[in-house]
């Protein structure tokens, strides 16, 4: 099992940057990619980046450019630098971690493991 808390969101002016970080324990060795998601009001989840055991990084087009995401293995934390926010990408945003190497990291049905969310509001 593993836990996944996230923290870092808030609210925001358009143009600003905030940070997520996701803080992950218990058997995080089986664990092989992680990600970011994000659900605005009704629409579909819908992965935003994801990271691989390997270092490799995948974005959705949306951020491409804006958004980072990293890993601190040592720490077990997992990073999402947004820069240039948006008022579209107001949403929950939710941490995310999956036990097999997929090359679609940012579809939903890939990951076991799931944070709450936290929530990330852009106001123009």
């Known amino acids: 099992q593993v836990e996944l808390v996230e923290s870092g969101g808030g609210s925001v002016q358009a143009g600003g940057s905030l940070t997520l970080s996701c803080a992950a324990s218990?058997?995080?060795?089986?664990?092989?990619?992680m990600g970011w998601l994000r659900q605005a009001p009704g629409k579909e989840r819908k992965g935003v980046a994801a990271?691989?055991?390997?270092?490799?990084?995948t974005y959705g087009e949306s951020v491409m450019g804006r958004f980072t995401i990293s890993k601190d293995n040592a720490k077990n934390t997992l990073t999402l630098q947004m820069n240039n926010l948006s008022p579209e990408d107001t949403a929950m945003y939710y941490c995310a971690a999956g036990i097999q190497y997929t090359p679609t990291p940012l579809l939903e049905n890939k990951y076991v493991y799931w944070g709450q969310g936290t929530q990330v509001t852009v106001s123009s």
């Open positions: 218990g058997d995080i060795d089986g664990t092989v990619s």
């Open positions: 990271i691989d055991g390997d270092g490799r990084t």
